[in-house]
T-cell receptor
Framework: EPEVTQTPSHQVTQMGQEVILRCVPISNHLYFYWYRQILGQKVEFLVSFYNNEISEKSEIFDDQFSVERPDGSNFTLKIRSTKLEDSAMYFC??????????????FGPGTRLTVL | KNEVEQSPQNLTAQEGEFITINCSYSVGISALHWLQQHPGGGIVSLFMLSSGKKKHGRLIATINIQEKHSSLHITASHPRDSAVYICAVENTGNQFYFGTGTSLTVIP
C-alpha cells in the first residue's frame, strides 16, 4: 500500500538554527499538508499546498515558515530561525482529491523536532 | 475558543461493547474528518464526510450538517481499537480545526 514518508524521524536543533523537514507524499496525490502537534496538545493545521502554491495557511504559519515542492516528489517545511516553542511533532499528509474512492488524507509517521 | 468539541474526553469500554464518540463544531464546513492516533503517535485517517453516513468495517461515521454534529461509532469493540480518536473539520475557507481527541481504552 502506498504511504507518505517523512525524514528525519527525530531532529534536534539549537534555537535560532534553520531546519528543513522532508516529506515524500503519495505519488499521484495533488494536495499536501503540514500539521504540528505540541506534546500533550491537539493537532494544529499549518499549511496546505496545491498546484505548486500555498492554498491556505494558519496563523501559526508566519514568516519563519516556508514550504516547497522542489522536485515533484519531495514536499519540505522550512523553519528559518527555530524557537523553543517550535518543539513538536510535525506531520505531513497528502490527499488525492475529492471524488476519488480513497477520499481521505494519508499521514506520514511524523518528525519529532526538539529545539534546545 | 474551540471550533471543535469532542465528548467524552476519555472512554473505557469492555471488549464487545458498542462505542459512540461525539463531535460538535461551530464553523461552516466543507468536510469533517475522523482520525485515529495510535499510542506511538501515528495518525490514520478513518473517514472524510460532508453529509450522511459512511461505514468501513466495524466503524460508522455520521454527520448532521444542520445540527453541526458528527458521531463515530465502533461496533463490537476490541482492545486493538484503543487509541485517541480525533475529529477535525475543514471550513469553507479550507482551514482545518482539530478537536482535542477522545482517548479510548477497550479492556479485554
Amino acid at each position: 500500500e502506498p504511504e507518505v514518508t517523512q525524514t528525519p524521524s527525530h531532529q534536534v536543533t539549537q534555537m535560532g538554527q534553520e531546519v528543513i523537514l522532508r516529506c515524500v507524499p503519495i505519488s499521484n496525490h495533488l494536495y499536501f499538508y503540514w500539521y504540528r502537534q505540541i506534546l500533550g496538545q491537539k493537532v494544529e493545521f499549518l499549511v496546505s499546498f496545491y498546484n505548486n502554491e500555498i492554498s491556505e495557511k494558519s496563523e501559526i504559519f508566519d514568516d519563519q515558515f516556508s514550504v516547497e515542492r522542489p522536485d515533484g516528489s519531495n514536499f519540505t517545511l522550512k523553519i528559518r530561525s527555530t524557537k523553543l516553542e517550535d518543539s513538536a511533532m510535525y506531520f505531513c499528509a497528502s490527499f488525492k482529491g475529492a471524488g476519488f474512492e480513497t477520499d481521505t488524507q494519508y499521514f506520514g509517521p511524523g518528525t519529532r523536532l526538539t529545539v534546545l | 475558543k474551540n471550533e471543535v468539541e469532542q465528548s467524552p474526553q476519555n472512554l473505557t469500554a469492555q471488549e464487545g461493547e458498542f462505542i459512540t464518540i461525539n463531535c460538535s463544531y461551530s464553523v461552516g464546513i466543507s468536510a469533517l474528518h475522523w482520525l485515529q492516533q495510535h499510542p506511538g503517535g501515528g495518525i490514520v485517517s478513518l473517514f472524510m464526510l460532508s453529509s450522511g453516513k459512511k461505514k468501513h468495517g466495524r466503524l460508522i461515521a455520521t454527520i448532521n450538517i444542520q445540527e453541526k454534529h458528527s458521531s463515530l461509532h465502533i461496533t463490537a469493540s476490541h482492545p486493538r481499537d484503543s487509541a485517541v480518536y480525533i475529529c477535525a473539520v475543514e471550513n469553507t475557507g479550507n482551514q482545518f480545526y482539530f478537536g482535542t481527541g477522545t482517548s479510548l481504552t477497550v479492556i479485554p
